[in-house]
């Protein structure tokens, strides 16, 4: 089964930058490595449901943003370390969550797996 670890959040004041790890182990059944999936990010803030922040092809040639964030996050993953980044720029006091990262269909958004939710990373952006 490939895990996922979540890293590299942190305080940081408004208009300040992050970068967030999420570094894999481990393959599936079938030997199948994070190089295989495409790979979400998500967040959840306190009182409020988790919600979709960013996705990437497997390959890394595809992206796909929420909205909310467009312009001022950046998904990236290198293969060879079997790690997804997230990029935050110009963070701000509602960038505040938790953030995670799963395994996901890279057409539809949907968890490609029936694991449980990591630890996650916590985000503070004070204002």
């Known amino acids: ?37 495409a790979v979400g990010w998500f967040r959840q803030a306190p009182g409020k449901e988790r919600e979709f922040v960013a996705r990437i092809s497997s390959t890394g040639a595809r992206t796909y943003y929420s909205d909310s964030i467009q312009d001022r996050f950046t998904i990236s993953r290198d293969n060879a370390k079997n790690t997804v980044y997230l990029q935050m720029n110009s963070l701000k006091p509602e960038d505040t969550a938790v953030y995670y990262c799963r395994l996901v269909n890279m057409a539809t958004g949907q968890l490609a797996d029936s694991g449980s939710w990591g630890q996650g990373t916590q985000v503070t952006v004070s204002s």
């Not at 959040?9 to 199948?32: E, K, N, P």
Request: net charge positive.
């Open 1 to 37: 089964q490939v895990q996922l670890a979540e890293s590299g959040g942190g305080l940081v004041q408004a208009g300040g930058s992050l970068r967030l790890s999420c570094a894999a182990s481990g393959r599936t059944l079938t030997g199948r490595t994070l190089s295989s999936y």
